[in-house]
């Protein structure tokens, strides 16, 4: 079987080692490796991170993060903002719901980004707004939110606890966590850190802390208090995904050596070479460049080209795996991830295999 270039915004590509690592022997969760592992791997989170905050280690997708989130934080009948300008930030919504939350959503067209001024007055109707649920990158549509001007929009107006879902985003754009104050960041293994799928990472303010003691919903596996007290004696409540921790120390280690910097600026430096190999295909962009992502690209599917036979083609004969329009873009546009461990040549070879498809379709550019 030929490589596959699998080009969707995660699961991402694992280097080499960090499938060796994946493969490593099981070891007793409770015992002193453990405990060792653990001791380097939070120190390496916080390092990455630049935060003085515990990194919780879940095991979980990046869903499950979410959703530890507001089963920790929020109790039915709380007020809660979220942000409808895609599927992820719908996802969050949803989740807050299904927790009884008493929703207020901001609509936002998909391709654009929250504008700062909007989720303002928005909190000034909203006096007694005990969260509000925001979304880094919306890997749906392609687009990073204003982040840093949205979270001290919520400081500045509002009491409110403020949850960043940057499940993909953290580890491949900056994000100031501690000096943003943010409540609870999650994010997920199999995005930026190039691990496969299984563990989410929360990180959580002190006043996310208090709140944890405050909410009424019901949790137990995901009780976050459980994750704490045991990361601080060095181990998990539950079986942890060995192998996902093992790749991830191994991935971390590269990480810290390229530096977090590093590994921003090749992210937005990729990001700017796949948008332009897209316009130089002829083919239009779908988000908002201004607020264009740096870890996925979505275009916008020509006219005339049937999307399901391009996909199709791009798997089977150039090897090259898009992702797709979700719900309602299903068919409209195709999304080129380019999140952790990628370097320019697989990039334009995605691009190559999308001009060589498009022209097998008759497309002319
Ligand atoms: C991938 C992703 C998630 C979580 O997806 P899982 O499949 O549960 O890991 C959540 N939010 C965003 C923005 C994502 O990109």
Known sequence: MAEINLRIPGPTPCREEVLEAVARPMMNYRGPEMAELMEELTVNLKRFLDTSRDVLLVTASGTGGLEATIANTISSGDRVLGVNAGVFGRRFCDVAEAFGASLRTIEVDEGLALDPETLKSTLHQEKNCRAVLLTHNETSTAVAHPIEDLCRVVREESDALVFVD???????MPLPIDELDIDVVISGSQKAWGVPPGMAMLVLSEKAWKATELATSPRFYFDLRRYRDAQARGTFPFTPALPVIYGLSVALGFMLRETPEGIFTRHARIA??????????????????????????????????DE??????????????????????????????????????????????????????????
């Open 166 to 172: 940057a499940v993909s985003s953290l580890g491949a």
């Open 272 to 305: 700017a070479r796949a948008r332009e190999g897209v316009r130089s295909l002829g083919l239009e962009l779908f988000a908002d460049p201004e607020h264009a992502s740096s870890t996925v690209t979505a275009m916008k599917v020509p006219e005339g080209i």
């Open 308 to 365: 399901s036979a391009l996909v199709a083609l791009l798997r089977t004969r150039y090897h090259t795996v898009y992702a797709r329009g979700q719900e309602g873009l299903r068919g409209k546009i195709l999304r080129l991830g380019h999140l952790g461990w990628v370097q320019e040549p697989e990039i334009d070879a995605a691009l190559r295999a999308l001009r060589s498809a498009l022209a097998d379709l008759g497309h002319r550019i």
